[in-house]
């Protein structure tokens, strides 16, 4: 397949686990790929780049910022001529019980969660208009939910899993595809970091799951008409279920915050947060 005809691939947060994952899995299936991460991420991301082919692309960009969004889209369309799929991956978290956030801590996760990728969705419809293409939203089960602690993070997780349903919806008669994706808590340095503050016990419930789940995932999205889809599937079928009875919440977390205590005690000790 020549570079012209090859899908077009635009991805936020690419230098995480997750968003290498999915750089790896689309670059095997022939994608080309303008991956975006903060200044600071360029080198190594750069680096991993090259790995995976000369054709790729590595842009530093903060899509907290508009004018680094506007750029990174318009690069994008110079380098390429186009985009196929929009892959908004970057998010934040910063746990912690709501009363001990500081408000720059707020702030940052509504800008970069929910501001960010709204504007770059915004700034990316006339291409994936042109293309037919593809959006793909990084929800969470914290978007499904609710997870103390993470109050700020989960709002944010509600607020693009609404979103993205939305535009499942309204999307369809312009003819792009729209898919959320919900996992669970998965093995990445976010992980490591939110068990180093005042995380929700809700986040232990299960075995962190590995990034390449969530970068399947992404390639089910793209290749299929799914609103949403749940990693692990189970998971998502209970946090459904869970939140058809909100008024039920109170009795069922003390139960499942103490088994989350547990493995996360558990897991600390066989250094599965190192």
Known sequence: MSKGNRPVVFLTGAAGGIGRETAALLSEKGYLLFLTD???????LKKFAETLGKDHIVFACDISKAADSEKAIKECVKQFGKIDVLVNNAG?????????????????????????????????????????????????????????????????KFALRGFALSLYLEWKEIGIRVSSILPGTIQSPMTKYMASRD???????????????VAKGIWKAIQTDKAEIYIPYSQGLLARVALLFPSLLSLIYPIMAKKGIRNFESWKRKGVFD
């Open 92 to 156: 934040i978290m910063r746990p912690s019980k709501f009363e001990n956030l500081t408000q720059d801590e707020i702030d940052e996760q509504i800008e970069i969660n929910i501001i960010g990728t709204i504007r770059l969705t915004k700034l990316g419809l006339p291409h994936l208009k042109k293309s037919k293409g593809k959006l793909v939203i990084l929800s969470s089960l914290a978007g499904i939910v609710p997870a103390p602690h993470h109050s700020i993070y989960s709002a944010t």
């Open 199 to 213: 995380s929700s016990p809700m986040a232990y419930i299960n075995p962190p799951l590995p990034p390449s789940a």
């Open 38 to 44: 903060l200044q600071k991420q360029s080198s190594e």
